[in-house]
């Protein structure tokens, strides 16, 4: 006699799995109940030794001894001053955007008679 595999859920093999599973949680609940008696049992570890506030002020004294390191103030450049604290990149001269402006307008003019654009 063979038993082949059937279209249902096996029952007998979810009993199997549900029993297997119902041991193992009896079992963690025994270590847990053994592990918690075990641990009241254990003393605690000792605190650590408080440390006293004299050392601590005699660093904070020694740190105020300390000299700093001097920090570079960078001087602001003349330009910088000239305008009244505020910073502008240098602007040219009017007289020379207005002779680069003809000269420009010049090139697109002969451009434009050569029927290049």
């Given at each position: 006699n063979m038993?082949?595999?059937?279209?249902?859920?096996?029952?007998?093999?979810?009993k199997e799995k549900v029993k297997k599973?119902?041991?193992?949680k009896e079992y963690s609940r025994q270590i847990n109940e053994y592990n918690m008696k075990n641990i009241t049992v254990v003393q605690r570890l000792p605190a650590?030794?408080?440390?006293?506030?004299?050392?601590?002020q005699k660093a904070l004294?020694?740190?105020?001894k300390i000299p700093r390191p001097k920090t570079f103030i960078a001087r602001?450049?003349?330009?910088?001053?000239k305008g009244a604290g505020t910073i502008f990149p240098q602007i040219p001269s009017l007289e020379s955007l207005w002779d680069r402006h003809?000269?420009?307008k010049e090139l697109v003019a002969a451009f434009k008679s050569l029927h290049i654009f």
């Open positions: 038993k082949l595999g059937g279209l249902g859920p096996d029952y007998e093999t979810i599973l119902k041991l193992q650590k030794p408080q440390v006293s506030s004299v050392s601590r004294e020694y740190a105020k602001p450049s003349e330009q910088e001053v003809e000269r420009e």
